[in-house]
C-alpha cells in the first residue's frame, strides 16, 4: 500500500494469507508448572488480602443501627396510637363529666349550670373505669380532661421503659331552645 509502512507477512501464519479477512488462531495454554504456580500465588494472596473479614465487621455494626431505627419507628408509632387512645378517653370523660355535672332538673330555659364537684367526680370515674390517669377542670359550662396513656416499649425497653401518649377532650353543655 502507497505512503503506509508495509509489515512483515509471513505466508505460513493464517493471520495473513488473507488481511481482509479474520481467522480464528487457538489458544495456546499455559504449560502445567506454571499453571499451578498461579493458582497457588492467586489463593495466598486472596487468603492474605487487608480486606478479609470486613463483611463481617460492617454486619456486626449495622445490625444493632438497624434494630435501633426499627425500634424507633415501631415503639413511636406505639406513642402515637397511646395518644389517641388518651384523646378518645379525654374526650368521653369530659363528655361524662358534663352530663353528671348537672342537677337532676334541667331548667325549660336558661343557663344551665354545673357542679364542678359532680362533674369532676364522673370524669374521674371514667378515667378509672379506662385504665387511664389524668385531670378535670371545670371552667363555667365546659369540662376539659387531659389524659395520658402509657406505652410499654417494645424494642427500646433497654433505654426507655415506657413512652407516654397525651390527650385532651372538653365538653360543653348547652341549654334548650
Do not use: C, W
Not at 445490625?63 to 419507628?73: D, E, R, S
Not at 396513656?149 to 421503659?161: A, G, M, N
Request: charged letters at 15%; zero cysteines.
Amino acid at each position: 500500500m502507497p505512503g503506509q509502512s508495509q509489515r512483515h507477512r509471513d505466508p505460513g501464519n493464517p493471520r495473513h494469507q488473507n488481511p481482509n479477512q479474520h481467522s480464528v488462531v487457538p489458544r495456546r495454554r499455559l504449560p502445567a508448572e506454571m499453571r499451578k504456580h498461579l493458582i497457588t500465588r492467586i489463593r495466598k494472596t486472596l487468603l492474605t488480602a487487608k480486606e478479609r473479614g470486613d463483611a463481617a465487621v460492617a454486619f456486626v455494626l449495622l445490625v444493632p443501627v438497624l434494630i435501633l431505627i426499627v425500634g424507633l419507628v415501631v415503639d413511636s408509632a406505639g406513642q402515637f396510637q397511646a395518644a389517641e387512645q388518651a384523646t378518645t378517653v379525654a374526650q368521653g370523660a369530659a363528655r361524662a363529666g358534663a352530663n353528671g355535672g348537672v342537677n337532676a332538673k334541667l331548667p325549660s330555659s336558661g343557663a344551665v349550670n354545673i357542679s364542678a364537684g359532680q362533674a369532676i367526680a364522673a370524669a374521674n370515674k371514667y378515667l378509672a373505669a379506662a385504665g387511664v390517669s389524668g385531670s378535670v377542670e371545670v371552667s363555667g359550662q365546659t369540662v376539659t380532661v387531659t389524659a395520658q396513656k402509657e406505652y410499654k416499649t417494645k424494642f427500646l425497653s433497654l433505654f426507655i421503659d415506657t413512652l407516654t401518649g397525651n390527650g385532651t377532650g372538653s365538653a360543653q353543655l348547652l341549654s334548650g331552645p
